[in-house]
């Protein structure tokens, strides 16, 4: 079987907006989030970048996601359950509530074996875990502190400064195991909706989004399901800061500079290292073309070909060559049947670090020459890492379906003379190809086309 | 005021409806898991509830005691208000 796969649905929550729809305005619009990071992770580390994109969170109870909820699930949980009942709406598919006391709903007229969940994530519920050890780790020793304190009257104030350091959550929670397990966004979203079908989770690192759709049109498209919820979703947040300096000891962050807002500048050449986004979440609705029409869904864009390679080199660097990265976008153009000519837009990986821009950019001119509209989303959100991929295929899909491209910000001296889109504009774009890189070497790529009825 | 008509009471039968999520006739008498249908994983949410909500920590060797709302009621007004 050989089907068309087409996306009928969007979710997404940026560190720029909530919704698909105020994320790529606020990304037609320059309408970034770059914040200094809190002070308090400055009592544990000296830090060479400094700022990060932090998330808005959105209004779980907007779908009936409950304040109790809210302590059962990782945050990886909540922002994906929340955008795939964006995208579900979005997509028009109508679902019932079929259990109150768990608050869980079947999708209608579907038969719910062939409905399935792909999610992809790079690091999973990694702040409950952190949350959850904390009180672990330090619970007894602030004990401890407090009676040194108590006995000891002359040193109370040194050792309250100690104390002040070892922040612990209020418990650990009894559902951490649940909270940490990397599968646990894709197996509540099957949860949440009565979904029976194939439910796989997916770690590529930064590419996991892109891999995860990669993997549900791929599903759609052999028959294995009718319907897939897809996407990506990351949250990399702790009381300490530690997971930001594990990026920034790497080098791997921007520095700076005096005005923080012109820190990420992908594939321009003073760029130095990417924008920390705190995270975030994108979902696509994924469906047999003929079952969307039978149910007279929109169709917002045709899923054409999905294609993978690995650098098989370095567990942290691209390699330089930039092989992997040509043939993976050979790859996904050949399964397509489309020429270089004949994409319009590429929607890069486009991190702002050294090597990427400069790996990526030279691919491209390669296979495409100069005239490829070519921008990178993370210049405007920073890089929210596993969620990346899906929010820039919502980004891809929405440029189709609202003809108009968004701007590589802070782009003034490219790293080639290629066609990044300086300011927001109209373009009628029929093919998009959307690329992810990703740690351990994972290369994907996707192509997205306006639908040819 | 008597227990059954205690604040505390109110404030017990409210978190148990959030967190049950159910239009439940809730006695105090009711048994949480018999009468109610409280599984464990509803245990767990409702003892963090209570917790929060009254702002103390309940030991692990007094959960088991918890079982009626009535007892609830009972443990919170003897070891969870100031």
Known sequence: MNRRVVVTGLGAVSSNGIGAEEFFNNCLNDKVNVQYIPDQWRKYSSFNCGIWSPLIEPDYSKYGITDIEKKQFDKTTLLALYSTFEALDHAGVKYSLVDKKRGSYSIDNVDPFKVGVVIGTGIGGVESLISSYSFQILNNAKKKLNDIKNDNPGIADDVQNVDDLLIKAKRFSPFAVSMIMGNASAANIGIRFGLNGMNKTVSAACASGTAAIGYAYEAVKSGKLDMAVSGGVEYLYDEYGGLYFGFDSLKALCRAGDIIEEANRPFDKARTGFLYSQGGSGILILEDYDSAIKRGATIHAEIKSFAETNDAHNIMMIEKSGKCIERVIVDVMKQAGIQPKEVDYINTHGTATELNDEVESAAIEKIFGDKVLINSTKSLIGHSFGASGALEAVISVMSITKKKVHLNRNIKDPVRDLNFVRESTDAHIKTVLSESFGFGGHNTAIIFTEVQS | ?82
């Open chain 2, 1 to 82: 005021m008597s227990e059954k008509n205690s604040d505390t009471f109110e404030k017990v039968k409210e978190i148990i409806s959030q967190v049950l999520r159910d239009d439940l006739d809730i006695k105090y008498e009711s048994h949480l898991q018999e009468d109610l249908g409280a599984e464990s994983i509803d245990i767990m949410s409702l003892l963090i509830e209570f917790e929060d909500q009254f702002g103390k920590e309940i030991p692990d060797e007094d959960i088991p005691k918890l079982l009626t709302v009535g007892n609830i009621v009972q443990y919170i007004d003897a070891n969870l208000k100031d």
